[in-house]
């Protein structure tokens, strides 16, 4: 399939259900117990299957856009230093000196060697550490054995994928399947640059409510009725899975642009609406015409989260359209997503820590919802542990 045919297919698919009044649906009500958001023992179960076991996105490749480039994302509490070495092979390693386990480096930039804060040590891109002063304090003591600690990675699709602990080599064809790795191919955005910095925000609630807040739009016309319904239809949802991963797509309200007209006059369509993957298990990547925005959602004990951003260009956009990203970023971040959904998020506490609420209900025009939280249930249960299992609603 080529871009302008699966853009079509999916405009096709929100116009009829605009039309119709209509949105994706999943074939029942699912209810999942409320345990799973607040139980301190499903979390460390979590941790061990989803968030160290499994490969994660950890960036874009355009956030380690050329060698020397390296940046740092703090994932489920483990400090991780992301690297392109002067041969273009990108490197995933603990973020932790090998000295007394001090954090080497912050942000984002360009640098040949990381040097320790605390006494100096110093390492090069792959991790290798290459300066101790004060060398005769250590003699007797292997240098080749204490680089940075190297985590498995691999890239590919304009993704850097790497797990959280040391384990098996990572295959992202695998890890996406053939038809997620042939969307992302098409979609083509390895040579996308963050613009603006990576944002930390701390949410009150369990990684998977703030996940939720995600994988839904029927709650524009209420949350968002003064923010994001005027820019973009609620309740009008395509979802695809994609193995445990998926495809939501939504509407803009310029689609109405489109509907006023015969298909065969249609013109660039991909402005008139935006892609939301959710790659299992914490990645949201939404997508439109000029920018996407990665959220990585990460747990921060069981009742907090946080959410790192990083908003990312298509390279050589007009510089208008640049600038109104730009513009635009401070309200999308502070006013939509911090201001309503986090903020809701937050409120499920203590509603869901105190019991009185025994489950969570997903309607039948929340499927993406359902899928992710049957592939949380089924990866635990790979892993040879859960607690409670989704159902059907009577
Ligand atoms: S802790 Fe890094 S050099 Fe001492
Ligand atoms: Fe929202």
Known sequence: MD???FDRSLVRRLVDHIENGTTDLSDEVMEVPAEVYSSPDHL?????????????????????????????????????????????????????????GVRVADGCGTARRFTCPFHAWVYDTTGRLVGVPTAPAFEGMCRDDKGLVPLPVAEGYGLVVGRLRPGPPIDVDELLGPDLAEELALLDFASWQPYGETHAHPVGANWKVTLDTYRENYHFD???????????????LTFDALGPHLRNCSALRSIDEL??????????????????????PNTCLTFDSRHIELWQIFPDGVDRSVVLHTAYARPGLPDDEQAKLVEMAPWICETVVDGEDFWVAARTEPGIRTGLVDTIVFGR??????????????????????????????
């Open 3 to 5: 871009r302008e045919a």
């Open 365 to 394: 025009n929340e499927p993406a919802c359902q899928h992710l939280h049957r592939g949380f249930l089924a990866a635990l249960e790979a892993a040879g542990t859960t607690a409670g299992s989704g159902s059907a609603g009577c």
């Open 44 to 100: 460390r179960r979590e941790l061990a299957a989803l968030f160290h076991a499994r490969p994660l996105v950890l960036c874009l490749s355009g956030a380690v856009p050329g060698p020397g480039s390296y940046t740092t994302v703090d994932a489920a509490g483990t400090p991780v230093l992301v690297t392109r070495d002067a041969d273009g092979r990108v490197h995933a390693l603990a973020n932790a000196c090998r000295h007394r």
């Open 222 to 236: 209420y949350l968002h009725r003064d923010t994001l319904k005027s820019y973009a239809y609620g309740g009008v």
């Open 259 to 280: 509907r006023a007209r015969p298909e065969d006059e249609w013109r660039d369509v991909d402005r008139y609406f935006s892609y939301q993957y959710s790659l299992f």
